[in-house]
């Protein structure tokens, strides 16, 4: 019993290993497709999306202080200020006009 269950154990381990170049080239496929930018989304980005992401980075940094003891007893107040400070933030500042 015991052998069996350290073949089956090794067995999975190199089909796990055997896999990963496939997982790696379907991952960077899918993110090689690079969307058209025109001059209709660079218009809805600046007049909507970047003030609604100000807004949301607002609001979540708000909701952020107010809601800071609870994360803080759970041990999980960089996940929570992740979530509702720097992504916000990096959807607003940091990516290119016209992509989102």
Do not use: C, Q, W
Request: without cysteine; positive net charge; hydrophobic residues 55%.
């Amino acid at each position: 019993m015991r052998s069996i269950l350290k073949k089956s154990t090794v067995f999975l381990v190199v089909i796990m290993f055997l896999l990963i170049p496939f997982r790696a080239a379907a991952t960077e496929s899918a993110y090689a497709h690079k969307e058209e930018i025109n001059a209709g989304k660079i218009i809805v980005d600046f007049l909507l999306m970047r003030p609604g992401g100000l807004v949301g980075t607002v609001a979540g940094a708000a909701f952020f202080i107010i809601s800071l003891p609870v994360p803080f007893m759970g041990g999980n107040v960089k996940y929570v200020a992740k979530e509702l400070v720097k992504d916000p933030a990096e959807f607003t500042f940091t990516r290119s006009l016209g992509s989102f």
